[in-house]
């Protein structure tokens, strides 16, 4: 099949499977060439580990020390001639280099919040890998069904007392305009914490710890974003950083209960990159196409592996720990939030139009990385050529 991009708003609803694997394979060099090979986990649970900061989690985690991963997400296999999501095509093709390079992985698809994969991913462990000791908690997700009542709770990307309005970019038309938000009502900050609040965190860190396959000294991080000002309204003091600091909630909780063997629960505060979750947040490809700019004209830009190599490297892994900010968390959005990085896009923000974008910010390279996470746009690859489609990952049954 040849395939092409089809973008649908905030989407790519098409994803190519060489192209997906050479952006792995993008990223797995860096982390061949960058890795000390001295310290780092072992054998590695990722929670999200497909796509963005999950997928880089697991690629560092096994081209940087050697780990085992099992990982878990939730992405569609190719059917009736339709191409697979670009999380599937990720995994198969770091399934295959770990396995080339002899190191465990495993994949578990499907609903990360559900007791049953849970249980499933447990098994995997006892079966195949006795314990872990590092988890990472990568998920982004729209929805959430709560495994005890089977209620459905939806995330809403809303501000929280006060309506909001601001420029964002319309990445499909490349336009500037203005979008007005009403704030959230209580429903909607609750079933936004239920989604990406810290519940699921301490359920899986509960399930892992009661099932005995927790290594003594395990390690456990989930992901969170702080960001600007211009972003706090729809972000940081939104319903979705109402969500993330239940996170910080849950980081306490459950550091209390790994610290009886040595282990730790960090929230690590990572930077704004381009995700699939990161693009359907307003205001914030605006913020980040400028940000780009920014950061690349001062050679500080950093995409997920940059930042997962320095996150290990500089913290979890480092010989003196990982140095926290006042509030307990890990800050590796230290580059992003530099006073003069942060004053460059903030003097931008007001000049933006949709006749400038080009010009003022990185736009272009914004839509460039939004390609590449469905595997488009890669200079090796030729998409005029037949691709298969049906690809294999190493599922567990
Ligand atoms: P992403 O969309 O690239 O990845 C989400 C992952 O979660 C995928 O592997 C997907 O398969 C998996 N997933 C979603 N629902 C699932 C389910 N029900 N069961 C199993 N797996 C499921 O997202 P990302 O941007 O890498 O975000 C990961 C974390 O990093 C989030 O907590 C996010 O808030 C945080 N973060 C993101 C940014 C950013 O700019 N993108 C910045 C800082 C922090």
Redesign the pocket.
Request: glycine content about 12%.
């Given at each position: 099949m040849i395939i092409k991009p089809k973008v649908r708003g905030f989407v790519c609803i098409t994803s190519h499977p060489e192209g997906c694997a050479a952006h792995v394979k993008e990223q797995i060099d860096y982390v061949k060439e960058k890795a000390s090979g001295t310290a780092g986990p072992k054998k590695v649970l990722v929670?999200?580990?497909?796509?963005?900061?999950?997928?880089a989690s697991r690629i560092v985690s096994t081209f940087g020390t050697g780990a085992g991963t099992l990982g878990?997400?939730?992405?569609r296999p190719a059917n009736n001639g339709r191409p697979a999501s670009a999380?599937w095509y990720n995994t198969a093709s770091f399934e295959k280099a770990a396995h080339e390079a002899g190191h465990y992985a495993k994949t578990i698809n499907?609903?990360?919040?559900s007791d049953e994969?849970k249980e499933k991913t447990i098994q995997a462990i006892k079966d195949d890998l006795g314990e872990v000791d590092l988890v990472i908690y990568?998920?982004?997700?729209p929805r959430?069904v709560d495994p005890k009542t089977g209620e459905i709770y939806k995330s809403t990307l809303k501000p929280i007392g006060e309506p909001f309005e601001n420029k964002s970019v319309d990445t499909d038309k490349k336009l500037i305009n203005t979008i007005q938000l009403d704030p959230a009502n209580e429903e909607e900050i609750e079933t936004t914490r239920k989604v990406?609040g810290g519940e699921d965190w301490e359920l899986w860190m509960e399930a892992l710890e009661k099932a005995k396959v927790l290594a003594p000294g395990a390690q456990t991080v989930?992901?969170?974003?702080i960001g600007p000002k211009v972003t706090w309204p729809i972000y940081y003091q939104g319903t979705i950083g109402k969500a993330k600091e239940d996170l910080e909630r849950a980081c306490k909780a459950i550091d209390a209960s790994l610290q009886k063997t040595g282990g730790h629960a960090y929230v690590s505060?990572?930077?704004?990159?381009v995700?699939?979750?990161?693009s359907a947040i307003p205001v914030v490809p605006l913020y980040i196409s400028l940000l780009f700019k920014i950061m690349k004209e001062k050679g500080i830009h950093e995409d997920?592996i940059h930042q997962i190599q320095r996150l290990f490297d500089e913290h979890l892994y480092s010989e003196k720990g990982p140095s926290l900010d006042e509030a307990g968390r890990i800050r590796i959005d230290d580059w992003e939030m530099r006073p003069d990085v942060q004053e460059a896009v903030a003097a931008l923000w007001p000049e933006v139009s949709t006749e400038n974008l080009e010009d003022i910010s990185d736009f272009k390279g914004y839509q460039a990385n939004f390609l590449k996470l469905f595997g488009f746009g890669l200079p090796e690859i030729n998409y005029e050529a037949e691709t298969e489609i049906e690809i294999p990952i190493q599922g567990v049954e």
């Open positions: 929670i999200g580990s497909s796509t963005g900061y999950g997928l878990v997400c939730f992405e999380g499907g609903d990360a919040f994969i990568s998920l982004a997700s959430r990406m989930a992901y969170s974003y505060v990572n930077k704004a990159v995700t699939q979750a990161s997920c």
